[in-house]
Antibody
Framework: QVQIVQSGSEVKKPGASVKVSCKASAGTFKTYSLHWVRQAPGQRLEWMGWITAASGNAQYSQTFQDRLTITKDSSASTAYMELSSLRSEDTAVYYC????????????WGQGTLVTVSS | QAALTQPASVSGSPGQSITISCTGSSSDVGGYDYVSWYQQYPGKAPKLFIFDVSNRASGISNRFSGSKSGNTASLTISGLQAEDEADYYCASRSTTNTRVFGGGTKVTVL
């Protein structure tokens, strides 16, 4: 299984942006795509978007289409999720998860990053 | 995109069998054999249990099984044990290759 380590907790004010990183084992992004999933306190898992292994293209849920950017630095085996125009409802644990090329499943998960949005 | 529909809670006594349903549409669950199931303990990351509708992930007990009929997928836990008490989520590929999760089901062992 791929080992993943996410960046630490963040506290942001409404309207700000947050950038969370997800560092994987070397070479991971050659064959694994990377998804971002969030979970608000006491709520369900919510798929946000992903960046593919093959093309490196990102695709987003319509819910986040206009304020989410997912990128990756394959040389550093690190992916990034940046969410802008934060509001209190964005307070959640953000997870990254790997998908082996074409498998359509979330195989390995990061430990999660708590993002708190508060004035 | 709307979440897949799961019962909020399911309970059973030790040794019993329970089934969790996951209902979507022909655009997700019914359209692809890419339904997966995840177990999540409080404060922990989810863990893959079932993929491609009915395949168990590595190391997962054969007490867990998955199936699908039409737009509804199901996870069955047989021989319920105390350690099975957790939240369970289904997920599916959807049109345009996006993904969607279910609302989650809390399993309680009585």
């Amino acid at each position: 299984q791929v080992q993943i380590v996410q960046s630490g907790s963040e506290v942001k004010k409404p309207g700000a942006s947050v950038k969370v990183s997800c560092k994987a084992s070397a070479g991971t992004f050659k064959t694994y795509s990377l998804h971002w999933v969030r979970q608000a306190p006491g709520q369900r898992l919510e798929w946000m978007g992903w960046i593919t292994a093959a093309s490196g293209n990102a695709q987003y849920s319509q819910t986040f289409q206009d304020r989410l950017t997912i990128t990756k630095d394959s040389s550093a085996s690190t992916a990034y999720m940046e969410l802008s125009s934060l509001r209190s409802e964005d307070t959640a644990v953000y997870y990254c998860a790997t998908e082996f090329f074409g498998s359509h499943l979330f195989e390995s998960w990061g430990q999660g990053t708590l993002v708190t949005v508060s004035s | 995109q709307a979440a897949l529909t799961q019962p909020a809670s399911v309970s059973g006594s030790p040794g019993q069998s329970i089934t969790i349903s996951c209902t979507g549409s022909s655009s997700d669950v019914g359209g692809y054999d890419y339904v997966s199931w995840y177990q999540q303990y409080p404060g922990k990351a989810p863990k893959l249990f079932i993929f491609d509708v009915s395949n168990r992930a590595s190391g997962i007990s054969n007490r867990f099984s998955g199936s699908k009929s039409g737009n509804t997928a199901s996870l069955t836990i047989s021989g319920l044990q105390a350690e099975d008490e957790a939240d369970y989520y289904c997920a599916s590929r959807s049109t345009t290759n996006t993904r969607v999760f279910g609302g989650g089901t809390k399993v309680t062992v009585l």
